[in-house]
């Protein structure tokens, strides 16, 4: 009964904490689209956005709810798949393939490319930004830009974090209507209008995010 109620527990944190991740994608999305903006503009809109989110408080306590999500949600994640896969072993067939989405079964796989994938943006962006000798623009603000457009400039890495996106989709197809479910939030009666949404979210967030590397190269530095 202890450990039934310590998986529940731990579905219950990942539910939370990965529907704190889905809100959180839309704000970090928001933000980002403003890369999408003529270069000049995209320039001095980003830094003083940036600027603006490291100089406030609220924003502050926010990224350290954002940091404890990202690790409950991996670390819970790793519990309860070793768990299922240890509980799943000691069944000579498992039928879960007639009635599973891929993506569905393979959520580990997808979690892990994403984490790697999150060690790779943080150190490149959070890490620069936060401790390495950024130069300024011209309203005093960290040039975070400019490392975003370097960033970019390779199209390896465009397709690196294109293939991140698209996992990061498979992984909210899943996610978001499981997280529901585990809260008991999903009713019968309203079940197509979760999956309507979650199926919309899914692919705003990939495609948004998908957009935004491309876009950049392209503009900067063309085919």
Sequence with gaps: MSLLKSTL?????????????CFFLVIHLLGNLQLLLPAATAADSFNHYSALLSGNIFIKIISYVLYFSLIAHSLDALFITLKNRKATAKYAFDNRKKVSKWYSRNMGILG????????IHFKDFWYVYKFGALPLDKMGNKDLYVIVVNAFKSWW????????????????LH??????????????K?????????????????IGFSVIPVYVHLAHFGL
């Design 9 to 21: 527990s731990r579905k219950n944190l990942m539910a939370l904490t990965g529907l704190f991740l």
């Design 112 to 119: 892990t490319v994403l984490l790697i994938f999150l060690v």
């Design 157 to 172: 890495y465009v397709g690196l974090y294109i293939v991140s996106m698209l996992a990061l989709g498979y992984h909210l």
């Design 175 to 188: 996610g978001f209507k499981s997280a529901v479910r585990t809260l008991g939030l999903y009713h019968p």
């Design 190 to 206: 309203y079940a197509a209008y979760v999956q309507t949404f979650g199926t919309v979210y899914s692919y705003a967030i990939t």
